[in-house]
């Protein structure tokens, strides 16, 4: 992840995930307001859209690991080497590590939605689990660097704890959409700030390098940080608004007797959510 390439790959997994999830969530509440029977709002479908979820975040994950091991100059999935007394590349492994939860989250994912006795709160379980460790590998991922690297990390840090907390707490609340944005709208502002990172320290193009000891920077960055925020707010209102019209609207034309749905499955499917 030394590079600005290495930024931008668990910014791009973050920030697809966090509109992935504004959308799925906002489906779901809104299909639950208008107490409606069609295909699209079926237990069964988002059923295996979880399934398909899982894959998915178990793919990226792969797709991380395996870069962070196999780069030119990584560590190939040597630990510490014996000739030289020394570990290798020990960064390279803080990322694998990270990336390795994450795939746990996604295979978690799988498994709930295939095996109806495990609750699907374990989903949210690994969730959390995963954040912490990333908040726990980047906390301990700056020492002697500069200033401005450390500082784009603490609030890094601090946005993932943020999101890990929430997601945490969510295993002793019902479904609640208000809190469930909340969580996503910071898991959407830590992809755009991986990137924001990605910038900062390693300037694509040849662009101009930052002074990481000047403390200007520290403050633009401060309102930047704000302002990732506010757009990640933006986005998920820009979201809701666009669903919930594009359900209304859907509605008017679907006939609840299209599809013949399974009314004992969904019933246990939603059984399966409350545990």
């Not at 390279?92 to 990270?98: Q, V």
Request: proline share 3%.
């Amino acid at each position: 992840m030394g590079n600005f390439k290495g930024h931008a790959l668990p910014g791009t997994f973050f920030f697809i995930l966090g509109i992935w999830w504004t959308t799925k969530c906002i489906l779901k509440y809104a299909f639950k307001k208008h107490k409606r029977t069609s295909y699209l709002d079926s237990k069964v479908l988002f059923h295996r859209v979880e399934i398909l979820e899982g894959i998915i975040i178990a793919g990226m994950a792969l797709t991380g690991m395996l870069g962070e091991q196999f780069i030119p100059g990584g560590p190939h999935l040597t630990l510490y080497d014996y000739k030289e007394g020394q570990w290798v590349q020990l960064l390279g492994w803080h990322h694998f590590t990270m990336y390795f939860f994450f795939g746990l989250l996604g295979v978690t994912n799988i498994l709930c939605s295939t095996i109806r006795s495990l609750p699907a709160s374990f989903t949210k379980l690994m969730l959390a689990n995963a954040l912490f460790v990333e908040g726990f590998v980047f906390y301990n991922h700056t020492h002697g660097r500069e200033m401005l690297d450390i500082f784009v990390h603490k609030l890094l840090v601090l946005v993932i704890f943020l999101t890990g907390l929430i997601a945490f707490l969510e295993l002793f609340i019902l479904t609640n959409i208000t809190v469930e944005l909340l969580r996503i709208s910071f898991f959407l502002l830590q992809g755009s700030w991986f990137w924001q990172i990605g910038f900062v320290l390693y300037p694509p193009s040849g662009g101009p390098a930052w002074d990481l000891v000047d403390h200007d920077n520290v403050m633009f960055l401060t309102i930047c940080f704000c302002w990732h925020y506010a757009i990640a707010i933006i986005i998920i209102g820009a979201i809701y608004a666009f669903v919930t019209w594009l359900v209304k609207s859907r509605f008017k034309r679907f006939c609840p007797s299209e599809v013949g749905l399974l009314k004992n499955a969904e019933r246990e499917q939603e059984s399966e959510e409350e545990m």
